[in-house]
């Protein structure tokens, strides 16, 4: 650092003698990285999009989340009074898990405001680490349909952490998980999978990690150790499982689990019918390649579900959101507010979507998938791997 005051006194010292510039360089003010927040000196409009084109379906929100002391984190009340400032019709609940924390999230959302909140549960894949039997988690996933759960939430613990009794990671096309993901789709639940996680958790923590600062205040993300499997080996056991269970409707969340890598996103998306995805927690991303993210959305529009992933959650962020989908904004936050941008020291251009594709996304896709407004089978049937 002083090496480079230094450096950069001497530029100056020679602009003064050259060209008569007054410059006094600041003595002992030492910036931190993590002090330093420029402020964009280009002047450019700013679109306020209060409410959305179209009435939203929030594909992707947890509801479920509790506090130490067993409290809900969420008053319902709030969130409804939110909702309806934002002109959000529905929120999918990803938090429903099973047994009593599935019935506690369906009778606090789904059954006290029909048609607002709509629950997925989980499967608890630890039960292979007592039995390699398929069938003990198909029973336990029925059990979790007859209680109205409308859909199946895979988290990324399933290819990370998550080991059978030999002390083997299971991935996610073990052999023992497929006949489940295949019983799900029989019973017509779609199954929202989140594989990995951002490319750069997996990298080297070292001076050319575009999260380096993000992983450094959450250690406990960063999965590029040797006891982890590499991230392109985890995309490729996910994208086998799709090609296993062509019958079952899978959601990829986060833009498919590869906002970096859009490309790999619109092959799986030409390759598997049964594969969508959804916008969850992916802004950041998606709006420093706007061009190519439009070119995503709108080529498969029908096969993309808007989704926030914000909680708890605020009407400033869906009208942040709205936004970064609907007008030509560019380089504006992502997240306002926050001293350090929290995925990186970028900004964002909007993506501009015609009202046709945003009818799509923002709710069209997500009614047909969960089929909202139409009876759905809710009987969970034994597939065979």
């Known amino acids: 650092m002083k090496r480079r005051l230094a450096r950069a006194k001497r530029y100056l010292g020679a602009a003064v003698r050259r060209f008569g510039i007054m410059v006094r360089f600041p003595r002992g003010t030492g910036l931190r990285l993590s002090q330093y927040r420029p402020r964009p000196a280009l002047r450019l409009p ?21 506090l130490n ?63 390699d039997d398929p069938q003990l988690l198909i029973d336990h996933l029925q059990r979790s349909v007859e209680a109205g759960a409308k859909g199946v939430k895979v988290w990324k613990d399933l290819g990370l952490v998550l080991r059978d009794r030999s002390g083997a990671l299971l991935d996610p096309d073990d052999e023992r998980v497929i006949p489940v993901i295949r019983s ?30 993000e992983l450094q205040s959450h250690p406990e993300w960063w999965f590029g150790g040797p006891e982890h499997p590499d991230f392109w080996q985890l995309l490729d056991g996910l994208e086998r499982l799709v090609a296993a269970c062509p019958d079952t409707t899978f959601i990829g969340a986060h833009v498919g689990n590869c906002a970096e890598d859009l490309s790999w996103v619109d092959r ?6 049964n594969f969508h995805f959804d916008l969850g927690g992916r802004m950041a991303e998606l709006g420093r390649q706007p061009r190519a993210a439009r070119r995503l959305i709108t080529t498969h529009a029908d096969r993309v579900l808007f989704g926030t992933d914000i909680y708890p959650v605020k009407t400033e962020d869906y009208r942040l959101w709205y936004r970064f989908m609907e007008s030509e904004d560019e380089c504006f936050d992502y997240a306002p507010g926050c001293r350090v941008p929290p995925q990186g020291r970028w900004q964002v251009s909007g993506l501009g979507l015609p009202p046709d594709v945003l009818a799509k996304v923002y709710y069209e896709n997500a009614r047909r998938l969960l089929g909202l407004g139409r009876a759905r089978p809710a009987t969970v049937t034994a597939m065979s791997a």
């Open 268 to 273: 799986m998306l030409r390759t598997h019918a």
């Open 46 to 66: 700013v679109t306020a999009v209060v409410e959305p084109c179209h009435p939203v379906i929030d594909a992707h929100n947890h509801l479920g989340r509790w």
């Open 184 to 213: 799900a789709g029989a019973a017509g639940l779609p199954v929202l999978i989140h594989t990995a996680d951002p490319l750069a958790f997996f990298q080297p923590l070292d001076r050319h990690n575009e999260r380096l600062e």
């Open 69 to 131: 002391n067993g409290r809900w984190m969420i008053d319902v009340e709030d969130l409804l009074a939110a909702m309806d400032a934002a002109g959000v019709m529905t929120v999918v609940n990803l938090d429903g898990r099973w047994g009593r924390e599935l019935a506690d999230n369906l009778r606090r959302y789904d059954r006290a405001h029909p048609d607002r909140f709509v629950t997925f549960c989980h499967v608890d894949w630890s039960m292979l680490a007592s039995g």
